[in-house]
């Protein structure tokens, strides 16, 4: 499967933005889905994750209540809600994708990565 991300952007810090994973060339609700960043300098952390029903969700604690992982098997799509931005929110997203299963948290576990969205926060 291929990934796409996008939806990244400038944004104040108390904004919001809405990233977008679109899936293709393969069967979407087959996958369980994560979000991961990576800011300047520092390693790739997960952000959120998402089982093939949507019936479930994960969160680091870092973005727990202000982001919302979401997805559209109808569209292909993987979502990602941030509400309240902080400066250090601002980081690479990617999404990411595990055959069969939700991998959360590590990301070793992921089988499809996508090419990464640019956030950035100001203050």
């Known amino acids: 499967v291929q990934l796409q991300a996008s939806g990244g952007g400038l944004v104040q810090a108390g904004g919001s933005l809405r990233l977008s994973c679109l899936a293709s060339?393969?069967?979407?609700?087959?996958?369980?889905m994560g979000w991961f960043r990576q800011a300047p300098g520092k390693e790739r952390e997960f952000v959120a994750a998402?089982?093939?029903?949507?019936?479930?969700?994960y969160y680091a604690d870092s973005v727990k209540g202000r982001f919302t992982i979401s997805r559209d098997n109808a569209r292909n799509t993987l979502y990602l809600q941030m509400n309240s931005l902080k400066p250090e929110d601002t980081a690479v997203y990617y999404c990411?994708?595990?055959?069969?299963?939700?991998?959360?948290?590590?990301?070793?576990?992921?089988?499809?990565w996508g090419q990464g969205t640019l956030v950035t926060v100001s203050s």
């Open positions: 060339g393969g069967t979407f609700s087959r996958y369980g």
């Open positions: 990411a994708a595990r055959y069969l299963a939700v991998a959360g948290s590590y990301d070793k576990g992921y089988d499809y």
């Open positions: 998402i089982t093939r029903t949507g019936g479930s969700t």
